[in-house]
């Protein structure tokens, strides 16, 4: 039985890795996939480590977020050209072996050229990529492994379903639970809009017009004026309080990149809206998604490498413990 070794920045797509390695392993068994190259022991070629390691897999995922080529050193260079560069090893010994390499673009990332590559990467830029989707991640993860079985083998099979005391959807709220109500309050203390007491919303759009709006609301509550804003925010919590592809799409919000790209205003609304939305309509994947976001910005902030103000310091431990009870 072959193995899968997932190859990633943690920069640029280290929440999605986490996701894809659980997702992977529930379908492969642990034995599998790798996700990190082991402990590297002082005095050890780390290259010598790196190519022995990916040398014993069978497929190796090569996750390319939007940062995945330009993420750069202390010194302002690109990570990708430095030949000691752990995602470029992992890469090129897997290229280097013939090993299958499948390129995993996330986060809306494009296939990099052939020309924007060290010549030893060259060869990734034809390799055919899958695209993995908050909207369609369980999908999209399905067509992969589909993709890996020949490499890997046959799948094992799917964890019994628990039976539902009274409704086939109680599993999934064992996941979450009723944990709203403290955080509501929180956060509703912390911003502008009141949206308690709100009117009865229009019915919600069809699933693909769907995406669209929510796209266009979560672009207009980063807007510069204040109007837009007040009103994308009130209208993604009264209509789409309870829509799966607006709690993925606001969690994209929180990943490496576009959270510090977002201005205060943005940051505030995002979390406010993600505070207010129904904890039954959060999936497992923006579940583990969102925690790692999470703990990826209070890593900075205990670190001192990012500052945030206090209004949104509050929405950030609230939402916290709110996806971690």
């Known amino acids: 039985m072959g193995a899968i070794f997932i190859s990633y920045r943690r920069e640029d797509s280290e929440g999605h890795a986490g996701r894809l390695f659980e997702d992977l392993v529930q379908r492969f068994g642990k034995d599998s996939v790798f996700i990190d190259v082991s402990g590297i022991e002082p005095g050890r070629d780390f290259r010598k480590v790196i190519d022995a390691q990916v040398g014993h897999c069978s497929v190796l995922l090569a996750l390319i977020g939007s940062r995945w080529l330009e993420a750069a050193d202390e010194h302002g260079a690109r990570r990708i050209d430095d030949p000691a560069d752990f995602v470029r090893l992992e890469t090129a010994s897997a290229l280097k072996r013939d090993i299958p390499v499948v390129p995993v673009l996330v986060h809306g990332a494009r296939m990099p050229t052939a020309e924007q590559l060290p010549s030893d990467l060259t060869e990734l830029a034809y390799r055919n990529a899958v695209e993995l989707t908050h909207a369609r991640w369980e999908s999209d993860v399905q067509v992969l492994a589909d993709a890996l079985a020949p490499h890997v083998g046959k799948p094992l099979p799917p964890?019994?379903?628990?039976?539902?005391?009274?409704?086939?959807?109680?599993?999934?709220?064992?996941?979450?639970?009723?944990?709203?109500?403290?955080?509501?309050?929180?956060?509703?203390a912390a911003t502008w809009y009141a949206v308690v007491d709100a009117p009865r919303p229009p019915p919600a759009p069809a699933a693909d017009d769907q995406r669209a709006v929510v796209e266009r609301l979560?672009?207009?509550?980063?807007?510069?004026?204040?109007?837009?804003?007040?009103?994308?925010?009130?209208?993604?919590?009264?209509?789409?309080?309870?829509?799966?592809?607006?709690?993925?799409?606001?969690?994209?919000?929180?990943?490496?990149?576009?959270?510090?790209?977002?201005?205060?205003?943005?940051?505030?609304?995002?979390?406010?809206?993600?505070?207010?939305?129904?904890?039954?309509?959060?999936?497992?994947?923006?579940?583990?998604?969102?925690?790692?976001?999470?703990?990826?910005?209070?890593?900075?902030?205990?670190?001192?490498?990012?500052?945030?103000?206090?209004?949104?310091?509050?929405?950030?431990?609230?939402?916290?413990?709110?996806?971690?009870?």
């Open 218 to 325: 979560i672009a207009e509550m980063n807007a510069a004026d204040i109007a837009t804003r007040k009103a994308a925010t009130t209208r993604l919590v009264r209509e789409f309080g309870n829509s799966p592809v607006a709690i993925a799409l606001a969690v994209d919000q929180l990943g490496d990149g576009t959270f510090q790209g977002l201005s205060r205003e943005g940051r505030v609304n995002v979390l406010t809206y993600l505070a207010e939305s129904n904890p039954k309509a959060w999936r497992e994947t923006d579940l583990r998604e969102a925690r790692a976001s999470l703990a990826r910005i209070q890593a900075r902030l205990a670190a001192g490498t990012a500052t945030l103000g206090p209004q949104v310091l509050q929405l950030v431990e609230a939402l916290s413990a709110k996806l971690s009870a």
């Open 159 to 188: 964890p019994p379903v628990p039976v539902a005391a009274s409704s086939s959807t109680g599993s999934r709220r064992l996941l979450i639970g009723a944990v709203a109500a403290t955080l509501v309050a929180a956060a509703g």
